[in-house]
C-alpha cells in the first residue's frame, strides 16, 4: 500500500512540475493583426501579413528585457511599413501603431486577460472589422523558431528510469 501511494505521489508532482503555463505579465508588449473584413480574402491576407512580419519581428525572441524590444520595435516602424506595404502591393489602407493600443477581452492558457489599454504593435487593414491575429512579443510568446517544446523534469527522468 506505501509503495502504492509513493508512485501515486510521484506521478502527481510529475506532472505537476511538467506543467508548463504561460501567463502573460502586467509589463508586456502585444502584437495585433487586424483584418478588414472575415471574408476568406480579408483573413488569408491578414495571415500573410502576420508570416511577412514574422521575419522582422523574429528578433523579439531573442530580446531579454523589454527596454531592447522596446527600442528594436520603434526603430524598425519604416521596415515594418515597408514590409506590409510589399504584402498589400500598395492595394489596400492599412495602419500601423506602436503605443497603448485597445484590445478586448482575451483568453490565453485558460486565463481572462480584461479589456483594456496596452503597449503593442498593432497593424489595422482596411477598415479593421475582421478577426484579428495576436500574441505576446515580449515575453517573447510570439514567434517560436522551435514550435515543439521539450521540458524535461528530473524526477520524471527518475520515474522512467524506475519503471524501464
Known sequence: MKKTILILSILILVLCLNKHEYRIPKDSIRFR?????????????KYKVVNNLKNNLIYTNKSTNIVETRKYIEENLPL????????????KNFNINYGKNYFPEKTYNNEIYPEGEYESLVV?????EGDNFWCVLFPPLCF?????????SFIKEIFDKIFE
Open 144 to 152: 517560436n523558431e522551435k514550435e515543439d517544446y521539450n521540458y524535461k
Open 80 to 91: 515594418f511599413t515597408k514590409t506590409v506595404e510589399n504584402t498589400l502591393n500598395n492595394n
Open 124 to 128: 489595422t487593414l482596411g477598415d479593421g
Open 33 to 45: 493583426v487586424i483584418a478588414n473584413s472575415n471574408n476568406i480574402e480579408d483573413q488569408k491576407l
